[in-house]
């Protein structure tokens, strides 16, 4: 019989860590969408409560889109805190995606009902915060609110994209969520691109076909 996959659920070790240095408040950061080809990125900051565990918790790209909108359910319904912000397409045309993004992380640790005085955030680099922070490569597997974090901006995202779909449907949104699919850099070179696509990331697409430039 074949083995039935795992899913491990990751651990508050850092946030705890955390704790023992001093800190009360501590929440965990990651992002969505800084790869598609439209759509806005997508942040959460989660602040879970000390001890809490919730089953089958982890990087939202190891889990089923079932499993990740049943989690983003609980997550809210555990957290001490969380906030989604995103920043859409046409402000990460003009600052590129990178500042978007710390952009979207700022606002979301803004955003938490409850201050947080510490932030754990996925990746190498960080914004410039008000408070100190901790980056963990690999972090959405390793902690349990980075992980949380990324469920929740996740699933935000994929419904957004769902819904994108629904107002244009001819470059199918709601399967590669705006990701740079054959299928979809197909339909922007037949149909051009919609209002939502980011379009300093379409330019290398029209570098290689000039003739279908708008």
Same mark, same amino acid.
Do not use: W
């Given at each position: 019989?074949?083995?039935?996959r795992?899913?491990t659920? =990751?651990t508050q #070790?850092y ?5 023992e240095?001093g800190?009360g408040? $501590? !929440?965990g950061?990651d992002?969505?969408?800084r790869?598609?080809?439209a759509?806005? *990125? $997508?942040?959460?900051a989660v602040?879970l409560?000390e001890? !809490?565990?919730i089953?089958?918790? @982890? ?9 990740r909108?049943?989690?983003? #359910?609980e997550?809210c319904?555990k ?7 995103? $920043?859409d %397409?046409t402000?990460?045309d003009?600052? @590129?995606?990178?500042?978007a ?6 606002? &979301?640790?803004?955003g938490?009902?409850?201050?947080? #005085?510490?932030?754990?955030i996925?990746?190498?680099r960080?914004p410039?915060?008000?408070?100190? !922070?901790?980056c963990i490569?690999?972090g #959405? &597997?390793?902690?349990a609110s980075i992980?949380a974090?990324s469920?929740?901006a996740? *699933?935000t995202?994929?419904?957004?994209? =769902? ?6 449907p *001819?470059?199918?949104?709601?399967g %590669? ?5 054959k299928? %979809?850099?197909?339909a ?9 696509h980011r379009?300093t990331?379409?330019k ?10 708008p």
């Amino acid at each position: 019989m074949p083995r039935k996959r795992e899913i491990t659920t =990751v651990t508050q #070790d850092y946030e705890q860590a955390a704790r023992e240095q001093g800190f009360g408040a $501590v !929440c965990g950061v990651d992002e969505a969408g800084r790869g598609p080809l439209a759509g806005p *990125v $997508v942040a959460a900051a989660v602040i879970l409560p000390e001890g !809490c565990v919730i089953d089958g918790l @982890n990087d939202s790209k190891k889990l089923t889109e079932k499993r990740r909108e049943a989690l983003y #359910d609980e997550i809210c319904g555990k957290a001490l805190a969380y906030a989604i912000a995103s $920043v859409d %397409h046409t402000v990460i045309d003009e600052i @590129n995606i990178l500042q978007a993004t710390y952009q979207a992380m700022t606002q &979301a640790i803004a955003g938490l009902s409850l201050p947080a #005085d510490f932030a754990l955030i996925d990746g190498n680099r960080a914004p410039m915060l008000d408070i100190p !922070c901790q980056c963990i490569v690999g972090g #959405d &597997a390793k902690s349990a609110s980075i992980a949380a974090a990324s469920i929740l901006a996740k *699933v935000t995202r994929d419904r957004y994209m =769902v819904e994108m779909d629904a107002k244009y449907p *001819v470059y199918g949104f709601a399967g %590669h969520k705006g990701y740079g699919t054959k299928a %979809h850099t197909e339909a922007i070179l037949a149909h051009g691109p919609s209002p939502i696509h980011r379009m300093t990331f379409l330019k290398k697409l029209y570098d290689k076909h000039p003739e279908a430039r708008p």
